[in-house]
């Protein structure tokens, strides 16, 4: 299905329901990937980050020119890159979106990189990359630090991925919807509307969408502006990726790994609540009381996310693998895979999207996060339900998280390029007491130099928006 859905430059997410390119997609698949083909995989993300803007931000959307413009809304003539944003460095030549999506990617060129290193270094990818990357981590952590505390806001919910989660609620009730009739979802086309956000959803999701555009994209006018956990994490890794890139590179990592550490402390600082025993989003324009900068009491599998990070303090993330085996999660017990929101809330829905499905690509970031923090059994475990699920499922966009039962799209593309990484089994890789070892997040602190070094390492033998 990888093959079916490349298009020769990257990989569409799914043939009918997203034909272009997405951001946060490619990163994952790129992770996939570099296992059977190094090469597609650095073309996979060199084809994404050359539709960077010159402000630095990476779109979320990449168009295909090729495809017709009512396959897919909003389309290239709702967002007009290239004159909307203009001020902001869009390109010229392609047609993308004028939002953002999580920022995996330094994280995924460093990891493409490993696989082969004399076919990087042949193509100078990581010294292309690298510049690129450093733009866009710049961009994320100067034009959006919205709220003053060093994290970087979304300023909409497409941007933080997980689109119609019920932590955006409260935000978006003060949106006012753009009218029905001025949008046709082309996603039902596609999807069960039991499975896809609300027409009130998207109402509000345009409605954001087009104040933005007409203010040229320019950051920090507008009426959403949120803090997110899973968003800054991957940040934050991906901060520490790019320092194993300049080290590689001849550089001195040592800043980028401190400041990586900065942000983790600024993440707990603003984010973590000891008494819930998980991380919340911070909505920076109101707390509905006329204050700002209140959490958003709300439980994702977004606040569990913060376990990729290896300098996350060690009882803290003890909490999280607590509050991920408890109720409101399930995992390891009532679950097959970890739901996108709290079991117990009253706005969870089996199969809606992400208030309340599974999806692969956070529960293969948690079973990392488990791995590097010693969790190896727990990690066993949903590795062995992600594999199984997967393949029940038909490669499915997400699933029910009870009972693994199909929703979205079929043969989705991170789901099996994520898949593929599970299974992954290097050659000359030693047998350990678990039969299913593989790639974990392993953080080694060099005493000598005093920094931190955060790579994806080979463990043992093994047996997918707005």
Known sequence: MLNGNWTGTSTVPSRGLYPHQWSWDSAFIAIGLRHLSPLRAQTELETLLGAQWADGRVPHIVFNP????????????????????????????VQTSGIVQPPVHALAVWLVHRADPGLSRARSFLSRMYPRLAAWHRYLLHRRDLGGGGLACVVHPWEQGMDNSPCWDAPLSRVTPAPARSFRRADLDHGSPEDRPTDLD??????????????????????????????????????????????ELGAAGTARHARAERLTAALVERLWDPAEGMFFCRDERSDGNGGRGALIPERSVAGLLPLILPALPR????????????????????????????????????HRYWRGPAWFNTNWLLERGLRLHGEHGRADG??????????????????????????GALGFSWTAALTLDLLHEPSGAAPVVSPAGHDALIDTAHSTAGQRVFAFETGAKGGDRG
Do not use: K, M
């Open 202 to 247: 998207y109402g509000r999701y345009v409605r954001l969408a087009t104040d933005y555009r007409d203010r040229g994209y320019a950051d920090g006018g507008g009426e959403f502006a949120v803090e997110d956990p899973a968003f800054n994490a991957l940040l934050i890794a991906s901060e520490h990726a790019l320092a194993c890139i300049a080290q």
């Open 66 to 93: 090729s495809v017709p413009l009512d396959a897919y809304f909003p389309s290239p003539d709702f967002w007009r890159s290239s004159t909307a944003g203009r001020a902001a460095g869009a390109p010229r030549t």
């Open 315 to 350: 009882d803290i993330a003890a909490t999280l693998v607590r509050t991920a085996g408890g109720p409101h999660f399930g995992l390891g017990g009532a679950t097959r895979l970890a739901p996108s929101y709290d079991l117990t809330g009253e706005a969870f829905d089996p």
């Open 382 to 407: 949903l590795r062995a339900a992600l594999l199984d699920t997967a393949g029940e499922s038909g490669f499915a966009e997400y699933v029910d998280p009870y009972t693994g039962e199909a929703c």
